[in-house]
């Protein structure tokens, strides 16, 4: 039997650029009686404090918005379970939701996580699907338990990863996908049937770390370029130029052979094997350009080695 699709009292907890359109999508249908979202943060060269993403359009929206330090006091749980919510959507909040939080809505908690899962559970699941050269991912809409990613799915839809796909583009596509498919959960919320995660596949999405931002041209062409892919544009692939530090913002493996980090010619730099033609590259202090753009006003550097 299929139930008519009813307004409910939704708690929404996101915070980045994101979480913005399921925010909206959530808005447009249901009550939202409370956004959660991570304080504000000092942010540009006067340090002022910046709302979130999702502070800032829920602000717009005329929503109230919370942003605790962390649920994890009496307090804190005692006010979220006031709220009476029929249900919490959780999108890249930020914080971890302990058990009284995680039971207190009619419905629980449904995260909207980007990924196929149990493929890459945790913080850098776009990031990471791309740099390991997945064919597709995806969107799941999941039961939150007190485990890393580990409820069970209500609903996933899939999406290729393609060769022209940065972080940033995979990303855009994601957030309007995680909108829709949310929307549809909360629309039959009462028909879904929760699916447990297999033991098998599991692998987890490590959050990136500046370190491993460096590229290392002795790795194969198509390594290179999923690595610039996937690290685009933040924090962004980056390596040393004859004329100082460059950030890497989208390449694509091509035929070549040279000396790893050689530049072939124009900006086709060769690998351990084949080589990467750089598309979109950034200066320090710099706006990011298009690699023909860079080599007008830099001239040749063919023979050059980028380190």
Known sequence: MTHPAKRLRVVFMGTP????????????????????????RPAGRGKQPRLTPVHARAEALGLPVRHPASLRTPEAQAEFAALGADVAVVVAYGLILPRPVLGAPRHGCLNIHASLL???????????????????TGICIMQMEAGLDTGPVLMRAATPITEQDTAQHLQDRLSAM??????????????????????????YAAKIDKAEARVDWTRPAEDVARHIRGLSPFPGAWCMAPFG??????ARAVAGAGKPGEVLHGLTIACGEGAVE??????EGKRPMAASELLKGQGALVGRLME
Not at 18 to 37: K, N, R
Not at 278 to 283: A, S, W
Request: charged residues 20%.
């Open 245 to 250: 530090r460059l950030k890497l913002l989208n």
């Open 118 to 136: 149990p493929r890459w559970r945790g913080a850098a699941p776009i990031q990471r699907a791309i740099m390991a050269g997945d064919p597709e």
């Open 278 to 283: 750089l598309l979109e590259v950034q200066r």
């Open 17 to 40: 650029d994101f979480s913005v359109p399921a925010l909206e999508a959530v808005h447009a249908v249901h009550e939202i009686v409370c956004v959660y979202t991570q304080p504000p």
């Open 178 to 203: 995680g909108a829709a498919l949310i929307a549809q959960a909360l629309a039959h919320l009462p028909d879904l049937t929760p699916q447990s995660q297999p033991e098998d596949g599991v692998t």
